[in-house]
């Protein structure tokens, strides 16, 4: 089965230096990988995926990730940090099949990142 | 462009009330559905998904069930409530089959807190 793993469980970076938010993935076949972040009491928000390509992806907020095949990593990062990034990140993976093209997918278990003024 | 919409935001309910959240998705058609419900503000436990009207997978047995009468709305259900039902209920929507989007799209949440 795949899976996600973020080894972090906080992250915190002073404002203006750059961060990364690990994930790792575990899958069979080309992966899927998706980056999510979630303020406070509200939904998750699509921020950037790998799918085929360029190993550097390029994605909202000026959010980027690089997919590393060998390490099987999909780091997520930003050149310079705001305060208003400290929020909850969420690096998924597409998983199972279900039909016509459709898929579940595994979400990992969050890194919070904190961005100190 | 496509919204998705849930309510309520928040819900106090007792031990054995029943339960009803709604999930509508306005500027798209057949999409998929996905009910996860998120624990202490970490990981998404998938409950249920649906890939059109009157189609539903569960994917933890448990006291919740899920319908879809419409084909953008989709309502996750209880005849009696625990108090691990207590969550962060989310709902999402991803492109139908063949759009060739990968990404979920979710709703601002549902807060649910069993007394």
């Known amino acids: 089965a795949q899976s996600v793993a973020q080894p972090e469980d906080q992250v915190n970076v002073a404002e203006g230096n750059p961060l990364t938010v690990k994930c790792t993935y575990s899958v069979s076949g080309n992966p899927y990988l998706f980056w999510y972040v979630q303020y406070p009491n509200r939904g998750l928000q699509f921020l950037l995926k790998y799918i085929t390509g360029d190993n550097l992806v390029k994605g909202s907020y000026g959010f980027e990730a690089e997919f590393n095949k060998s390490q099987t990593s999909f780091h997520l990062k930003k050149p310079s940090a705001l305060v208003s990034d400290s929020a909850l990140y969420f690096c998924?993976?597409?998983?199972?099949?279900?039909?016509?093209?459709?898929?579940?997918?595994?979400f990992g278990t969050g890194t919070r990142l904190k961005v100190l003024a | 462009s496509q919204t998705i919409h849930q309510w309520p935001a928040t819900l106090v309910q007792p031990v054995g009330s029943p339960l009803s959240l709604e999930c509508t998705v306005e500027?798209?058609?057949?999409?998929?559905l996905y009910w996860y419900r998120q624990a202490a503000g970490r990981g998404l436990q998938l409950l249920f998904y649906?890939?059109?009207?009157?189609?539903i997978s569960s994917e933890v047995p448990q006291n919740l069930s899920a319908s879809r009468p419409q084909d953008r709305q989709f309502i996750l259900s209880s005849k009696k409530l625990l108090l691990s039902d207590s969550g962060f209920y989310l709902c999402a929507w991803s492109p139908p089959t063949g759009q060739g989007t990968h990404e979920q799209y979710f709703g601002p949440g549902t807060r649910l807190t069993v007394t």
């Open positions: 998924a993976v597409r998983d199972t099949y279900i039909t016509s093209g459709t898929y579940k997918y595994i």
């Open positions: 500027g798209t058609s057949n999409p998929n």
């Open positions: 649906s890939v059109g009207i009157g189609q």
